[in-house]
């Protein structure tokens, strides 16, 4: 699944990293499906807006219930629109693992995108990228253990420079932090919440990436900016379709592109349907 970018490509400007995140691909086993379609489309648009990028980070919800035939199907859309794509890595959700067997769902969601566990990291360019995930199979929530709350914490202790970024991926977001997660919303979603924002608290360089809420993106609250207390953390809406604050579902499929800079981190929302950028959906972050 993962094919590997060059090191120290050029590229225009300062750019020194570029990559970008999707979630809530919710692949179907029929082809032919809005979300199959949505995806593919995606790809594309990824490839030529962005030839230069470091890598595509999936914040899970690959498919839509972790099936073999869904897994076959993300395949073959990877496979026939990913020529030329950098490299991939991916976290669960719960649409992958929360829906049936644990164990075997995991297994199954680790052969078809080649993640070695629940969790892992992986460096690109120097910069590093961490991947969280649910250790039992819940049907909404993230449970992390003790072992893994732990194991981020020396991943984000590993960085030599601290005013060097480290992104973070987990599907579901924080309680009051990015939209959807609101108590109201509904849509927040990790057992050990507070646990986790405790160890985010003591990596201020770290950014983190959620999915599960499919919030568009020019909603308020898409970018949740610490609050002197925790990191940067971003919803990064959903490539099979939308939610609004309206509490309705939209059609319509969103993601995130990331460049990094020396001094400086530019998000930028894209509308994959459209084609086009998001006026209201760009965000300029300074690491503390």
């Known amino acids: 699944m993962n094919m590997q970018n060059e090191e120290g490509r050029n590229r225009e400007g300062n750019v020194l990293l570029q990559f970008q995140v999707i979630t809530d691909t919710h692949v179907r086993s029929d082809p032919g499906h809005t979300y199959n379609r949505n995806l593919a489309r995606a790809l594309e648009d990824i490839k030529r807006v962005a030839p230069d990028s470091d890598g595509i980070m999936h914040a899970g919800d690959i498919t839509d219930q972790g099936h073999t035939e869904e897994y076959a199907e993300f395949q073959r859309i990877w496979r026939e629109h990913g020529a030329g794509l950098p490299v991939s890595y ?15 769902q995991l297994g199954a969601y680790q052969d078809a995108t080649g993640m070695s566990g629940a969790y ?74 507070e646990a986790l924002k405790e160890v985010l608290s003591k990596h201020r ?12 993106l020019e909603s308020p609250y898409t970018m949740f900016d610490g609050q002197e207390r925790l990191p940067y953390m971003f919803n990064a809406a959903s490539v099979a379709y939308l939610w609004t604050d309206e509490d309705e579902h939209k059609e319509g499929s969103q993601g995130l592109f990331i460049d ?3 001094d400086r981190v530019i998000v930028r929302g894209r509308d994959f349907a459209a084609g086009e950028w998001l006026e209201n ?8």
């Open 120 to 193: 892992h990291d992986h460096w690109v360019n120097g910069y590093h990228f961490i991947f969280l995930g649910t250790e039992e199979g819940l049907e909404l929530f993230a449970s992390l253990s003790e072992i893994q709350l732990s194991w981020l914490d020396s991943k984000l202790s590993e960085s030599k420079n601290p005013a060097r970024p480290a992104f973070v991926f987990l599907h579901q977001p924080l309680k009051d932090t990015v939209a959807g997660s609101y108590e109201s919303q509904r849509w927040y979603g990790v057992t050990q919440d």
């Open 281 to 288: 959906a760009r965000f300029e972050c300074r690491i503390p």
């Open 90 to 104: 991916f976290a669960s959700g719960n649409h992958d693992v929360g829906w049936g067997h644990w164990l075997s």
């Open 260 to 262: 990094v800079y020396k």
């Open 205 to 216: 360089h770290a950014m983190l990436f959620t999915g599960h809420t499919h919030w568009e």
